[in-house]
Each structure stands twice: as C-alpha cells, then as structure tokens.
C-alpha cells in the first residue's frame, strides 16, 4: 500500500528501535511502542488553542482524549463570554494571560483557529511566548522566525480543490 518493498519497510521499523523478520513478523504492541517513543515527547506534548469560537471549538471537541501524548490543556480568546469556562475539557483564558499560562502550563504548541484580522498579531504573541509549534487554521498566511515549525490549514483551499477534482471532467479516474 506504500509503494515501497518490505524490506524498506522493515529498514525503517527498526529505525524506532524495534525488529521484527519476515518469518516471525512483528509484536504488534512492541511495535507500536516503539513507534510511540519515537514520535511522542516523553510525557506528552502540552498544547493550547487559540480562538474558541466554532472552529475552535471543533478542534477542542477532536483532540480530546484523541491522543494521549498530545494534550490540550489551555485555550485562549478575547471574547468575555468564552473565558472563564471550561470547553470540552479545556480552561480558556483571556488572551492577556497567555504568557503567564503558556509558561506555567509548559505549552510549546499551539493551533491558531483566529480571523484573519488578527492571525499575525496572535502568531506574533505566540512566538514570543515560546511557542515552537504552530498549526495555522487562520484563513490566511502568518509569518514565523525559523525556529518555529508552522504547518497551514486552509479549508477553503481544500474543499476548493477536492470540489475542483470531483467534477465529471470527462477524465474519470485521472487525478493529477
């Protein structure tokens, strides 16, 4: 299914630390922990979401005991009637005491689900908090110094180019 031999398959398992063989196959719970020790900062990754409105939320709804190292342990809006409560699991926080809790909750990561109008201005305050991981749904580009890793979500761009390719094109079965 990867378009790749077993042999690069099994190359790249024992890269977590773990063997298995064509014979004996793999313990399939070895397996996983050593891929799990891999790709998990030991005792979890703390995040926070920025903006609590209906996206905001959505995301808040997902990540909840999705993953167990990648914890949403604060959110953050301007909105008085959002602060203050608890949203599926998670304290959200006026935005005015982000430094104060990004630094007490140890929070390296951060999803931005904010308008426009003020992704930059929030991305901005993210970085200098210490956020080092950001995942952008604002619907346009913010800018990073290097040493933040961003990743850009742009819903509309997708639906647009799923939309775009399910359309009867007279190329049935042809994606490029």
Same mark, same amino acid.
């Given at each position: $299914?990867?378009?790749?031999?077993?042999?690069? +398959?099994?190359?790249?398992?024992?890269?977590?630390?773990?063997?298995?063989?064509?014979?004996?196959?793999?313990?399939?719970?070895?397996?996983?922990?050593?891929?799990?020790?891999?790709?998990? *900062?030991?005792?979890?990754?703390?995040?926070?979401?920025?903006?609590?409105?209906?996206?905001?939320?959505?995301?808040?709804?997902?990540?909840?005991?999705?993953?167990?190292?990648?914890? $949403?342990?604060?959110?953050?809006?301007? /909105?008085? =009637?959002?602060?203050?409560?608890?949203?599926?699991?998670?304290?959200?926080?006026?935005?005015?005491?982000? *430094?104060?809790?990004? /630094? @007490? *909750?140890?929070?390296?990561?951060?999803?931005?689900?904010?308008?426009? +109008?003020?992704?930059?201005?929030?991305?901005?305050?993210?970085?200098?908090?210490?956020?080092?991981?950001?995942? %952008?749904?604002?619907?346009?580009?913010?800018? +990073?110094?290097?040493?933040?890793?961003?990743?850009?979500? /742009?819903? =509309? $761009?997708?639906? @647009?180019?799923?939309?775009?390719?399910?359309?009867?094109?007279? %190329?049935?079965?042809?994606?490029?």
């Amino acid at each position: $299914m990867a378009g790749v031999s077993a042999a690069q +398959v099994r190359r790249d398992l024992m890269v977590v630390g773990y063997e298995g063989s064509p014979k004996r196959g793999y313990e399939t719970e070895k397996l996983l922990d050593g891929i799990r020790r891999t790709l998990d *900062e030991p005792g979890g990754q703390r995040m926070a979401v920025v903006g609590v409105g209906n996206l905001g939320r959505a995301l808040l709804a997902y990540f909840t005991g999705r993953r167990p190292g990648l914890a $949403m342990v604060a959110a953050f809006d301007k /909105d008085p =009637t959002r602060t203050g409560r608890v949203v599926h699991g998670c304290h959200c926080y006026h935005i005015d005491e982000m *430094e104060r809790v990004i /630094d @007490e *909750e140890d929070i390296h990561v951060a999803v931005l689900a904010v308008p426009a +109008v003020a992704a930059q201005k929030v991305t901005d305050k993210l970085v200098r908090c210490g956020i080092r991981g950001l995942l %952008n749904f604002a619907p346009v580009p913010v800018h +990073v110094p290097a040493s933040v890793y961003l990743d850009d979500i /742009d819903l =509309t $761009m997708a639906l @647009e180019k799923v939309a775009f390719f399910a359309r009867d094109r007279g %190329n049935a079965g042809v994606f490029a």
